[in-house]
Structures are given as C-alpha cells and as structure tokens.
C-alpha cells in the first residue's frame, strides 16, 4: 500500500531554533502534499498544500514566513517553522496522494514538536 | 466555524456488537467524504469514502452511509473487534478542490471495543 514518511517523529527544542520535517511518498510520486496541524482534542487543521516546483498554498491565518514549505521532488515536501516559540509545539502531520489521484490522502506519522 | 462535526468525543462498544459513528456536515459543496483511523503516535490510515452520488459503500467490516438531504454521514463497523479501539476522523473534500485532494476533518471519536 502507500506509505507516506515523516521524520522526524518527535522534537524538543529551544525557543528561536528553527525546525525542519521531512515528509516523503515512498512508493509513489506525490505532485500535491499537505501539512496539517493537529492541537489537542482538536481535529486536524490544513496549514498549507504543498505543490512540487511550485510555491504552496497556505491556508488563511497560516503564516508563510513562519511556516517554510518547500517542494523539490515528487516524493518530499519539507516543512520547516522557523524561530520556533512555544506557541507552536504542536502535532504536525504530513500526507500526500497519488499523482493524477486526489483521493485518498495517505498520512506520515507526524511530528510531536515542543518548543521550550 | 466547524463545517465538519462529530459530536461524540467517545464510543463504547461490546466486542461483537455494531459501532455507529456519526458525522455532519454544513456545506453542501462537499461531494467526496472520507474516514480515516488513527492510532496513537501514528498518522491517520485511510478506511474507507464515498462519493456525493452514492448514499452507501462497502468494505468489508466497513460500510459508510451518505444522507445528503440532511447532511450526516455515518460509519458502521460490524462485528466490531478490539483491535478497532482508535480514533476515527470523518474528513471531506470540497467540490472546488475535488481534484487538489484539499480536506477538512471533523474532531474525531474515540472509539473503545471492550472484549
């Protein structure tokens, strides 16, 4: 089946670092990828679709310099936040779906980020 | 504003017996929906979906009923079995981005087989 991998799968870091997570289609090639955002109890909430070659879309209220996407192949997509604070440990989980299929979405495991 | 709902944090159910998890919906452009099973510290595993011109699919255990007129969809897992015991997310994908794959997720229920 799809499988979608995402790493890392848990980070602690100081306040003002910036983070990078990897997402990768290991056994298809993805032109579209998501990353959501995922708060306690929460459902998970769209930031950005992530498009190969091109920039990505962000949701609104989702902010662009904060939250890096970059695209650069058809099997990874990059997230990275940038001068992490507190305010943004959360749960991060990518996923993607097959080239020419928009459906169904197939999911990493996602990344446990704590800002401290 | 939360488009997609599931109202129920929580399900209990006896091993052997049907659950039943519900979801609504507010906007009548969505036409594909979607449910996905989580595990704890793992990403959400595709289940099964329907289509806006379909009012049931099949799969299994599995079986998804659409009531567009009321805007509910349900997920039946039949007989239910320990080893379902996780979160289920309803998700679904508006008409205008069908084809980007672009979805919006209910909370999640929680469900619970108990042998």
């Known amino acids: 089946g799809a499988v979608v991998s995402q790493h890392p799968s848990r980070v602690i870091c100081k306040s003002g670092t910036s983070v990078k997570i990897e997402c990768r289609s290991l056994?298809?090639?993805?032109?579209?990828m998501f990353w959501y955002r995922q708060f306690p109890k929460k459902s998970l909430m769209l930031m950005a679709t992530?498009?190969?070659?091109?920039?990505?879309?962000?949701e609104q209220g989702v902010e662009k310099d904060k939250f890096l996407i970059n695209h650069a192949s058809l099997t990874l997509s990059t997230l990275t936040v940038t001068s992490a604070h507190p305010e943004d440990s959360s749960f991060y989980i990518c996923?993607?779906?097959?080239?020419?299929?928009?459906?169904?979405?197939?999911f990493g495991d996602g990344t446990r980020l704590s800002i401290l | 504003d939360q488009q997609v709902k599931q109202n129920s944090p929580s399900l209990s159910v006896q091993e052997g017996r049907i659950s039943i998890l519900n979801c609504d919906y507010t906007?009548?452009?969505?036409?594909?929906f979607l449910w996905y099973k989580k595990y704890p510290a793992e990403g959400p595993t595709f289940l099964i979906s329907?289509?806006?011109?379909?009012d049931k699919n099949e799969d299994g255990r599995f079986t998804v009923f659409l009531n567009k007129s009321a805007k509910h969809l349900s997920l039946h897992i039949v007989p239910s079995q320990p080893g379902d015991s996780a979160v289920y997310f309803c998700?679904?994908?508006?008409?205008?981005?069908?084809?980007?794959?672009?979805?919006?997720f209910g909370q999640g229920t929680t469900l619970q087989v108990k042998p």
């Open positions: 329907i289509s806006s011109i379909k």
């Open positions: 992530s498009n190969e070659g091109s920039k990505a879309t962000y």
């Open positions: 056994d298809f090639q993805a032109t579209t």
């Open positions: 998700a679904a994908s508006p008409l205008a981005s069908s084809n980007t794959g672009k979805l919006i």
């Open positions: 906007n009548s452009m969505f036409d594909y």
């Open positions: 996923s993607a779906a097959r080239t020419g299929a928009a459906q169904p979405q197939h």
